[in-house]
């Protein structure tokens, strides 16, 4: 089966644009997880999805921020406008809970703010 | 709220020295699972453990997870140069949210 998939794999985009970064889950996992990770730090929690649902959105950093998974399937996340402490690395993850809880992380998306 | 906590943040080894992280959570967790991430790569799990005092080997890796299921730790055998990488632990934290957490990471350098 595909993996988690996102796009871009790279994006640079000056202070005070909007970037929209997508992603892909496995086919069947209901469950969707954004993290950053900045400067070989921590890999921080963003939101969790189930379906089309938020089930957490505690680790949004502020409303710049903008996530959504129309349907359930691919999600976007998307900053507007971007401020250069936005900048990482910005995992999915997808799990399916009914076979195990193993998380299956994509490629991610580099984020820089110029 | 919730938080794992990993010590170290960073470990030098020669290669063939052995390396262990620890991992430890401030409540009782249900399980916990561990990641390697590869420098410029993705967190790739490794394992999961479940069961209190569960130990689990994989070749030179051994992992357990402590009586109280409050800490684990991931121990490697005779380092080589292909173990270089960052070691996440991660937690499920239920309730409502089933919200998976990740340590703060332990970054192994090997020199050969």
Redesign the interface.
């Known amino acids: 089966e595909a993996g988690v998939t996102q796009f871009p794999s790279h994006s640079v985009i000056e202070k005070g644009q909007t970037v929209t970064l997508r992603c892909d889950p496995i086919s069947g996992h209901d469950n969707l997880y954004w993290y950053r990770r900045v400067m070989g730090k921590e890999i921080k929690f963003l939101l969790h999805f189930v379906k089309e649902s938020k089930q957490d959105e505690s680790g949004m950093p502020n409303n710049r921020f903008l996530a959504e998974r129309t349907g359930g399937t691919y999600s976007t996340l998307k900053v507007q406008p971007a401020e250069l402490e936005d900048s990482g690395v910005y995992f999915c993850a997808s799990i399916r809970y009914s076979l195990n809880t193993e998380a299956f992380f994509g490629q991610g998306t580099r984020l820089t703010v110029v | 709220?919730q938080q794992v906590m990993q010590i170290p943040q960073y470990q030098h080894v020669q290669e063939g020295e052995d390396f262990t992280t620890y991992c430890n959570s401030s409540t009782t967790l249900s399980?916990i699972?561990w990641?390697k991430q590869r420098p410029g790569?993705?967190?790739?799990?490794l394992i999961?453990l479940v069961k209190s005092g569960e130990v689990k080997k994989q070749k030179r890796l051994t992992f357990q997870f402590g009586e109280a299921k409050k800490n684990s730790s991931l121990h490697i055998t005779a380092t080589q140069t292909t173990d270089v990488g960052?070691y996440?632990c991660?937690a499920?934290y239920g309730g409502?949210?089933?919200?998976?957490?990740?340590?703060?990471?332990t970054?192994l350098a090997v020199q050969p």
């Open positions: 709220g399980n699972q990641y790569g993705h967190p790739v799990f999961q960052t996440f991660a499920i409502a949210t089933n919200k998976l957490i990740f340590g703060t990471g970054l």
